[in-house]
């Protein structure tokens, strides 16, 4: 799974593009699933790929890697025209769909060395290389057991195990990390994180903001086909390092109270989030006192007031319009 980083970059160089797209567009009959689009990867970072369902995150993957063709524009892998050669970088790239595409009769050992063949690895080095990944997976006790008789969490492990099998220099990660449980969820975010630091470039598409925030360098926000926003983490989040944020919770519906507070606080903005939860923001501490009385004297009772830190959700939600809580309902519902 290492590639070897014998050329070290000096801060002051400029990083390397292994992956290069450019005005990259793909209909399916009258839909435009992806309208133009650019963006680049640099080697050896983590690069994130978030949107609804629908936004052309699967689309744009599918081309990238060869299983679909553009309609136009042009996609450059590690120097390889891959819009004229769609498979002319396979050798470079290991890919983890969000659904399993692994055979359920065979053993999770079986499947392995049959994907290693694929990429004509002989039979030695490829039942080493498999037995070594399910050690690192913690599969051993499955290794000859039939995949159907996988958890969730199992079957998501074994299938990253089979992408990266050939030790790819670049990695699609589709959806890693949906429907599986929190312990399984761990692990495979640390495998991540074990990749990017042996060197793996990562693409990484998620419905799980915070799961985007923790891992990847640099995101690109996608809507509708198009590239809304394509940032590091850090400048991403720059304009809410200062930002104090208050969430009250209470008993009477607190949209009927947000109007009231603006006018008796000034200095502060309130929004109300959902009947029971008001969001307070101000570049100023908050004093939750002074604001929780208030709140009491038109009748309502406070059960909860603390501070909560602006994160990469809130980014996402300003530059797109899209609430969170929509995109983790459409994933339950369909592919994107």
Do not use: W
């Not at 589709?174 to 969820?185: L, M, N, Q």
């Amino acid at each position: 799974m290492k590639n070897d980083k014998s050329k070290i970059r000096s801060p002051n160089d400029e990083p390397e593009k292994l992956i290069e797209v450019y005005d990259l567009t793909k209909s399916f009959e009258s839909v435009q699933a992806v309208n133009g689009i650019s963006f680049h990867v640099n080697e050896g970072e983590v690069f994130g790929f978030l949107g609804p369902n629908g936004a052309g995150k699967t689309t744009t993957i599918n081309m990238l890697t060869g299983l679909a063709r553009p309609d136009s524009g042009k996609i450059r892998i590690a120097g390889y025209d891959c819009s004229a050669h769609p498979k002319a970088a396979q050798h470079l790239i290991g890919v983890v769909p969000d659904e399993s595409n692994l055979y359920p009769e065979l053993s999770g050992f079986d499947n392995l060395c049959f994907c290693a063949s694929l990429y004509g690895i002989g039979k030695k080095e490829r039942q080493k290389r498999a037995e070594n990944l399910l050690e690192q997976f913690g599969l051993q006790e499955a290794a000859h057991r039939n995949f159907s008789g996988y958890s969730k969490g199992m079957k998501r492990k074994l299938t990253i195990a089979a992408g990266i099998i050939h030790q790819p220099k670049i990695l699609f990660l589709d959806e890693p990390t949906t429907g599986i449980d929190v312990a399984s969820a761990r692990q495979i975010r640390q495998l991540i994180r074990e990749m990017y630091q042996a060197g793996t470039t990562i693409f990484l598409t998620t419905h799980y903001i915070e799961e985007a925030e923790r891992l990847c360098e640099r995101i690109a926000f996608i809507v509708n086909g198009h590239i809304v926003q394509d940032e590091t983490v850090a400048n991403l989040l720059q304009p809410l390092k200062e930002l104090k944020v208050l969430l009250i919770t209470m008993t009477h519906d607190s949209g009927n109270i947000s109007g009231k507070l603006a006018e008796a606080f000034p200095g502060y903005d309130f929004r109300s989030v959902s009947q029971q939860h008001l969001r307070v923001e101000s570049e100023q501490t908050i004093s939750i006192g002074p604001v929780v009385r208030f709140i009491e004297e038109q009748g309502a009772e406070v059960t909860e007031a603390r501070q909560i830190k602006p994160s990469l959700e809130e980014v996402f939600v300003e530059v797109t319009g899209i609430e969170t809580d929509v995109m983790k309902t459409e994933k339950n519902g369909g592919p994107s």
